[in-house]
């Protein structure tokens, strides 16, 4: 058996078929997302994008392989499709799996604190007081009251 031979074995030993859903999860080892990953001749790659690859052949490096099943472990090529960077992150929010505003674990305020702010300096407050009261920077209230973040909070 050849090299090409010995690499399809070890991958077929690697996953099993779920039968409800048709994902292939992925045996192998895991990142911390739950993304398999696999070795081969010393390089790491991701183990859906090294099945998609050895299914459908190469894709731009600068694309990304998104999961129409949600699944991370899954390696079947067919529960795949190739995006860009936007495409994954629209993905991610309409499936709800993107967490921003006050669900980001970065957040600072809340939701209606952000409408506090907005509704202060509409009122006339300087944005450096507005700062102090909630204590965060004055450039985050610039871009709070400038709709650059949070842009999607009604007032």
Known sequence: MGRAGE?????????IPEPNT????WLGSLQKFGYGRIRVDGVEY?????????????????????HKCDTP??????????????????DALKKGRLKIGERHGM?????????????????GELQRDIAVAFTVT??????????????????
């Not at 690499?7 to 996953?15: I, M, S």
């Not at 048709?22 to 999860?25: D, E, F, K, M, V």
């Not at 183990?47 to 894709?59: D, I, K, N």
């Not at 067919?78 to 960077?85: A, L, R």
Request: a positive charge.
């Open 7 to 15: 690499l399809r074995g070890l991958l077929d030993e690697k996953w």
């Open 22 to 25: 048709g994902c292939w999860l």
């Open 46 to 66: 991701a183990a859906h994008r090294f099945m998609w690859e050895r299914a459908r052949g190469s894709m731009p490096t600068e694309k990304c392989l998104l």
């Open 73 to 90: 472990c899954c390696v079947n090529p067919d529960h795949m499709f190739i995006g860009t960077n936007y495409d994954n992150s629209r």
């Open 107 to 123: 957040a600072k305020l809340t939701c209606i604190q952000v409408q506090e702010i907005r509704r202060r300096y509409a009122a």
């Open 138 to 155: 004055r450039p985050l209230i610039s871009l709070i009251v400038n709709r650059k973040i949070w842009n999607d909070i009604n007032d």
